[in-house]
């Protein structure tokens, strides 16, 4: 009996702290910045969803070119994740509209996205590559790095720090344009949670960069290293 009263009177007590938090929580719809952050959430979430269905499309619904020895070219759009939550999705539409490489691909390409593709390839040229190490092992320098090792030779003086604030002149001008492009999709797309500032957005250009050049460094080490040991296990058996 004595059981039975203790655990009633536990479930009243729960109950009671349950109706004061509700009743707290109420309190939040009265909080502006609590709101705002809400709100913010609520539409990042939907316009995610809207580009994962763009990219589920690009993928599946644009017919792959096939060459004259039966080789089958396919879309494939993958997200840049240094860009962050949603933006990293619609950087790899953008990025990987090269894929989309014959006239009929990019008016497929085009109609899905619901962007005019010359603006999608303004973009990508814009945006342009990074560093990778390709199927033969070879490090490849991306057009991003090119154009920055062209600026910095391209200064007439022998002093490291001019060629690095040509090269910073460079990237403030290529991202600003960049910017406005990628602001321009956005709004013709009604996405307007995933893009912040331009500063944001030079730093997640940075990083795409820097994570491309530290993981292609690390699979060359890797390819070097392997070779190193195959090498070094090799031996000659004489008659």
Same mark, same amino acid.
């Given at each position: ?29 009265e909080?502006? @910045? ?15 969803q ?9 993928n599946?619904?644009?017919t792959?070119?096939v ?5 089958k ?6 997200p840049?994740?240094s ?24 008016m497929? /390409? ?12 303004v973009a990508?040229?814009l945006?342009?590559?990074?560093d /990778? ?6 490090y ?6 090119? @154009? ?21 002149q ?8 960049? /910017?406005?492009?990628?602001q ?7 996405? /307007?949670?995933?893009l ?19 993981? @292609? ?5 890797e ?17």
């Open positions: 009996m004595a059981t039975n009263k203790f655990e009633q009177a536990v479930a009243n007590r729960v109950a009671a702290r349950k109706a004061e938090q509700e009743q707290a929580s109420l309190a939040l719809l909080n502006e @910045a609590f709101m705002d952050t809400q709100a913010h959430i609520m539409a990042l979430s939907q316009e995610v809207k580009l994962d269905t763009i990219i589920h499309q690009l599946t619904g644009i792959p070119f060459a004259k020895d039966g080789t070219f396919s879309v494939r759009v993958f840049i994740s860009f962050g939550m949603g933006l990293d999705k619609l950087m790899g539409i953008i990025s990987n509209s090269s894929s989309a490489f014959t006239d009929e691909m990019a497929q /390409y085009e109609a899905i996205v619901g962007i005019q593709f010359t603006e999608l390839s990508r040229e945006l342009g590559t990074v /990778y190490v390709n199927k033969d092992g070879i490849v320098e991306g057009t991003r790095t090119i @154009a920055k090792n062209e600026v910095r030779a391209s200064v007439d003086s022998d002093e490291v720090l001019a060629g690095t604030k040509a090269v910073k460079w990237e403030t001008e290529n991202i600003g344009k960049l /910017y406005l492009v990628v321009s999709i956005c709004v013709k797309l009604g996405l /307007y949670e995933i912040s500032n331009v500063e944001a957005f030079t730093e997640a250009v940075a990083r795409w960069e820097q994570a491309a050049t530290r993981r @292609a460094t690390k699979q060359l080490e390819i070097e290293k392997s070779a190193t040991l195959n090498s070094d296990s090799s031996f000659t058996i004489e008659d």
